[in-house]
Structures are given as structure tokens and as C-alpha cells.
């Protein structure tokens, strides 16, 4: 006879609290361990295709960046081929790892990731979606990590015939989803979590 387990309920969220740096990059926050923190590096050799620097910074409602947030990706590489043991269209770049992690810098907040543009891949559907990074954010007071998608600017057309940005209701909205170039090779993506400019989530 199975045994009820209706006692067994599901734990409170819980904030992700002043420790999460030393949990999860404690190199960045001053311990010399493992060799270097997980997802410091995405580029472990020479790479394909365009390799960028991405930046930004974590914003409050009243636009002050947080200096406590830490910021994971996880994208294609520049193939539109992702490192995955599912990936079945090709192999994908054996140099490059597709996830990284970056905490925000204690001064200023702002992350940063080396990193590649990605190529286009495709939506359930067959339908191509434009080059994109997910992100998941989380920081002090955040209960449940955050999902956005980080854009490219300098992708109009493809950006156009998205399925996920042409699905928004507030199209408006899009350029909070848009990273912009700021020199070759450089792009910037400020996330804001509350206020006029309130980055699109997703419910992942």
C-alpha cells in the first residue's frame, strides 16, 4: 500500500541571501579554491565565429544598481549549436561551454561575460528564432531566480520575425530585451527589475 506523503510539502523560497557569492563564486569574493570559479571562463580555446564582451549591471526600482546580484547564461554558440548531449543537428564547438557565471562587481554591480554572439536556432516549431542569451538572475531579496533573454540590437531583421518577441503583447516593451553596442565586440544589457524601464521576464 503506498504511503501518503502529503506531509511532505514543498519548502518556502527562500532569498538568496548575503552568502550567495561565497557559495557560488568564491574566488570572486576572496577564496583562492578549485582552481577558479564555475562559468568565470565560457572560451576554453580558440572559438568560431565572433567573440563579444558582454556587460551590464542589475538595477533596482530606483535605479541604483545592486551590488550583491549574480547573473548565469546559457546560449548557442556561434553555430546555433548548443553543448548539450540533446543537441542532435551537429556538433557543437568543442571550445566554447555555452554557460557562464559573473557576479556583479562590489562596487559598481556590473557583470561581465566573454563570450561569442550566437547563432540563430530554432523554436519548436521550425520557425528560426533570433541570436539570443538567457539569463537568470538572482540576488538579496529575489525569493525565485529570474528569466530574461538578452537580444542583440544590431539583429533587426531577425528580431522582427522572432516567435518570442513578436508573441509580446506590450511590444513596446522589446528594447528592454535588447543588448546595444557600445564599440565592436562590446554590448551592454542593463536589467531593471522594477519601474519604467522593468526588463520582460519570463516564467521558466
Known amino acids: 500500500m503506498a504511503q501518503k506523503l502529503e506531509y511532505l510539502r514543498e519548502s518556502p523560497s527562500q532569498t538568496a541571501g548575503p552568502y ?3 557559495g557560488c563564486t568564491p574566488n570572486f569574493a576572496g577564496l583562492d579554491m578549485f582552481g577558479g570559479d564555475l562559468g568565470a571562463t565560457m572560451k576554453t580555446g580558440p572559438v568560431q565565429g565572433t567573440e563579444i564582451t558582454l556587460k551590464g549591471a542589475v538595477f533596482d526600482g530606483f535605479d541604483t544598481p545592486l551590488r550583491d546580484a549574480m547573473i548565469e547564461i546559457w546560449q548557442a554558440d556561434a553555430a546555433g549549436l548548443f553543448p548539450s548531449v540533446n543537441e542532435t543537428r551537429g556538433t557543437a564547438d568543442p571550445n566554447f561551454t555555452g554557460w557562464g557565471r559573473s557576479a556583479g562587481h562590489m562596487d559598481t554591480g556590473e557583470f561581465m561575460f566573454e563570450t561569442v554572439k550566437p547563432g540563430a536556432v530554432p523554436f519548436p516549431d521550425g520557425r528560426m528564432q533570433a541570436p539570443h542569451i538567457t539569463a537568470w538572475v538572482v540576488a538579496r531579496g529575489i525569493n525565485i531566480g529570474l528569466h530574461t533573454r538578452i537580444y542583440f540590437e544590431d ?5 522582427a520575425a522572432d516567435p518570442i518577441l513578436t508573441r509580446l503583447e506590450h511590444q ?4 528592454t530585451l535588447l543588448a546595444t553596442k557600445e564599440a565592436d565586440g562590446v554590448y551592454r544589457f542593463d536589467i531593471h527589475l522594477q519601474g519604467p524601464k522593468e526588463t520582460v521576464f519570463f516564467d521558466m
Not at 539583429?155 to 528580431?159: F, G, I, L, P, W
Open 20 to 22: 550567495v557569492h561565497i
Open 155 to 159: 539583429e533587426r531583421e531577425a528580431n
Open 172 to 175: 513596446g516593451r522589446i528594447p
